[in-house]
């Protein structure tokens, strides 16, 4: 009987093993009934070549590190350790053993799974509360904070543009004047407006 | 000024309680999740994806439908309230565009990318036009990078077994 490379179903999550197929690309689960399109990759049919390590010669050769009877042949990029076959591992783009990997010593900014958009915290601080004025006194200078720390931390990896904190720093600005101008005219404003009179 | 790593794949598209979005960098896709004020992401890496499934969804008769309900409750007001055809005519007017631009968005689909590991659903498609065009952009892409895994080998057709197996144990019967 042939056998399908090892696909699950989208919906059902079964092993598609059994796929009635239409033609090269459309099927449909045998369990589910779900209609779908597979557009298959090399990786599909490729098989993965574990990594044998090559036996050291006591003396001549360099071991690897973690392994004293496998010959070294590569170094980690990050720590610079002698690794076998079996302890090099391609991650991004280099070549690093599985300590510096576990630590995440050697994982570059762009490996972040997630980060806070400082520039969305203070623009809905700054521009949010506006609505409700009174408030601004307490989220301006909050939104402003966020501005500041937040401008040298890391951006949004797919748009890392600094406009929301520009515009998000410009509006907390000018409500914190608008507060102090405010805040002036009842101290000062209304004593001179008192003496005038008099 | 920062270096932009990505590329956009597909428009941002509004999800409950979060944007989805995706993403072409150096050697992986990027599918970011926000909510405004964070972003998470997950990368799948071009050679490691196996394939991709698309299977279509009840998206647009279901959106069309709501659209179509509150459509009609709004304009059942309207005509109670108002003695005026015009009111009503206008009100239609204006209720028929979101249905007109849900079915000009095409049938609904989703788009699954699926490596060794997982079947990664990607939420920033759902139509089929959409779908289609994101294909045409990804797969030179991912075949580019897969290139040295060899020709792509479509998965065997299946056949229903014409006759049983035969038992190993069994000899050959000459």
Same mark, same amino acid.
């Given at each position: 009987?042939?056998?399908?490379?090892?696909?699950?179903?989208?919906?059902?999550?079964?092993?598609?093993?059994?796929?009635? $197929?239409?033609?090269?690309?459309?099927?449909?689960?045998?369990? &589910?009934?779900?209609?779908?399109?597979?557009?298959?990759?090399?990786?599909?049919?490729?098989?993965?070549?574990?990594?044998?390590?090559?036996?050291?010669?006591?003396?001549?050769?360099?071991? &690897?590190?973690?392994?004293?009877?496998?010959?070294?042949?590569?170094?980690?990029?990050?720590?610079?350790?002698? #690794?076998?076959?079996? &302890? +090099?591992?391609?991650?991004?783009?280099?070549? #690093?053993?599985?300590? &510096?990997?576990?630590?995440?010593?050697?994982?570059?900014?762009?490996?972040?799974?997630?980060?806070?958009?400082?520039?969305?915290?203070?623009?809905?601080?700054?521009?949010?509360?506006?609505?409700? $004025?009174?408030?601004? +006194?307490?989220? +301006?200078?909050?939104?402003?904070?966020?501005?500041?720390?937040? $401008?040298?931390?890391?951006?949004? #990896?797919?748009?890392?543009?600094?406009?929301?904190?520009?515009?998000?720093?410009?509006?907390?600005?000018?409500?914190?004047?608008? $507060?102090?101008?405010?805040?002036?005219?009842?101290?000062?404003?209304?004593?001179?407006?008192?003496?005038?009179?008099? | 000024?920062? =270096?932009?790593?990505?590329?956009?794949? @597909?428009?941002?598209?509004?999800?409950?309680?979060?944007?989805?979005?995706?993403?072409?960098? *150096?050697?992986?896709?990027? =599918?970011?999740?926000?909510?405004?004020? @964070?972003?998470?992401?997950?990368? !799948?890496?071009?050679?490691? !994806?196996?394939?991709?499934?698309?299977?279509?969804?009840?998206?647009? =008769?279901?959106?069309?439908?709501?659209?179509?309900?509150?459509?009609?409750?709004?304009?059942?007001?309207?005509?109670?309230?108002?003695?005026?055809?015009?009111?009503?005519? !206008?009100?239609?007017?204006?209720?028929?565009?979101?249905? !007109?631009?849900?079915?000009?968005?095409?049938?609904?689909?989703?788009?699954?990318?699926?490596?060794?590991?997982?079947?990664?659903?990607?939420?920033?498609?759902?139509?089929w036009p959409r779908a289609r065009k994101l294909l045409a952009r990804i797969q030179p892409v991912i075949e580019a990078a897969q290139a040295d895994l060899g020709p792509?080998?479509?998965? *065997?057709?299946?056949? *229903?077994?014409?006759?049983?197996?035969?038992?190993?144990?069994?000899?050959?019967?000459?």
């Amino acid at each position: 009987m042939p056998v399908g490379p090892a696909l699950s179903c989208p919906k059902c999550q079964r092993k598609l093993d059994a796929i009635s $197929w239409h033609d090269e690309t459309d099927g449909a689960c045998f369990h &589910c009934r779900t209609d779908f399109q597979f557009f298959p990759f090399p990786a599909l049919t490729a098989r993965s070549v574990a990594a044998v390590p090559g036996a050291a010669v006591p003396a001549e050769d360099a071991v &690897c590190f973690f392994h004293a009877e496998n010959k070294a042949e590569v170094v980690c990029e990050s720590c610079g350790r002698f #690794l076998c076959a079996v &302890c +090099a591992i391609d991650f991004a783009g280099q070549k #690093l053993c599985p300590s &510096c990997i576990a630590t995440k010593k050697a994982r570059p900014l762009q490996e972040d799974k997630s980060r806070v958009l400082y520039g969305g915290v203070a623009i809905a601080l700054a521009g949010g509360p506006m609505l409700i $004025w009174p408030i601004t +006194a307490v989220t +301006a200078p909050v939104a402003l904070g966020f501005v500041i720390y937040g $401008w040298r931390r890391p951006r949004s #990896l797919v748009t890392p543009s600094r406009a929301r904190l520009v515009i998000a720093g410009v509006l907390a600005v000018l409500q914190i004047v608008g $507060w102090l101008l405010f805040l002036g005219f009842l101290l000062f404003g209304t004593h001179k407006i008192g003496r005038v009179k008099l | 000024m920062a =270096q932009r790593l990505y590329t956009r794949l @597909t428009p941002t598209r509004r999800l409950l309680g979060g944007f989805a979005s995706l993403w072409l960098g *150096p050697d992986h896709l990027l =599918q970011v999740h926000s909510t405004g004020y @964070t972003e998470s992401y997950s990368r !799948i890496h071009l050679r490691e !994806i196996k394939g991709i499934f698309v299977t279509g969804s009840e998206r647009r =008769q279901n959106i069309g439908l709501v659209w179509a309900l509150i459509g009609l409750v709004v304009l059942f007001i309207v005509m109670l309230s108002s003695k005026s055809v015009l009111a009503s005519v !206008i009100t239609a007017a204006i209720l028929i565009v979101p249905l !007109i631009w849900n079915h000009l968005l095409g049938l609904g689909c989703r788009f699954y990318i699926v490596t060794g590991v997982q079947t990664a659903p990607i939420e920033a498609v759902a139509r089929w036009p959409r779908a289609r065009k994101l294909l045409a952009r990804i797969q030179p892409v991912i075949e580019a990078a897969q290139a040295d895994l060899g020709p792509v080998a479509p998965p *065997p057709p299946v056949e *229903p077994a014409a006759t049983p197996p035969l038992p190993l144990s069994e000899p050959a019967v000459d």
